[in-house]
């Protein structure tokens, strides 16, 4: 059986290697690279955000920009550690001009995220933004229980996962932050349905 970071490997390879990918031209052409995800990977919480952004996309690293720095203010207020977390995406490579992601590219990096989950095995999956409580309430059944993301915030969800069972928290995207400041203190409040869950 091949360990953890071999597994997490294959997938970089294959990401890396995606020619059928709608965003492969343009990462290639601006000298981008995929984000695959970074962390622990014996992470008992996942963090799933929507696309890299530019920053993400020149350094390959998940929430490397404006958004990241939102999110490490988030999880210093819960006092949890990026490394003990893994961080990761749906799409793997930047859409042009942060474009919201399109179905397609959802659909193509989409079984990544699943072999992900599936090798890390998380206890918690965070969702960050609507595109990614979407992808991940449907993924584990939770499709009666969608909401607008401005209702479902905040919110933990019990789910069955392939090991076992599993919780799903539905947070704001970070960008919120950016555009409105005022947001934080909620956005705050949200992230303390996360306390104690990473250990
Ligand atoms: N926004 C995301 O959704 N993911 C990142 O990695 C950065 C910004």
Not at 121 to 138: E, F
Not at 149 to 156: E, N, R, T
């Amino acid at each position: 059986m091949p360990t953890k970071t071999e597994q997490l490997k294959k997938i970089k390879d294959e990401v890396l290697a995606l020619e059928e990918s709608p965003l492969y031209a343009y990462r290639t052409e601006n000298k981008y690279f995929p984000v695959i995800g970074e962390g622990s990977h014996d992470a008992k919480i996942m963090f799933v955000g929507e696309a890299p952004g530019r920053n993400e996309a020149q350094s390959g690293r998940p929430f490397f920009g404006a958004a990241g720095k939102v999110l490490d203010e988030l999880l210093a207020h819960v006092g949890i550690e990026r490394k003990d977390v893994y961080i990761t995406n749906i799409v793997k490579d930047r859409p042009q001009q942060n474009r919201d992601p399109l179905p397609e590219e959802i659909k193509i990096y989409g079984p990544f995220l699943d072999r992900q989950i599936d090798i890390i095995q998380p206890k918690v999956i965070a969702t960050l933004g609507r595109y990614s409580m979407d992808y991940i309430m449907r993924k584990f059944n939770l499709n009666a229980e969608l909401q607008p993301i401005s209702k479902a915030h905040g919110k933990l969800f019990d789910a069955e996962a392939s090991y076992g069972p599993i919780k799903i928290a539905v947070l704001y995207h970070p960008a919120v932050a950016i555009y409105d400041n005022k947001k934080i203190p909620e956005m705050k409040k949200d992230f303390e349905i996360l306390k104690g869950l990473d250990k």
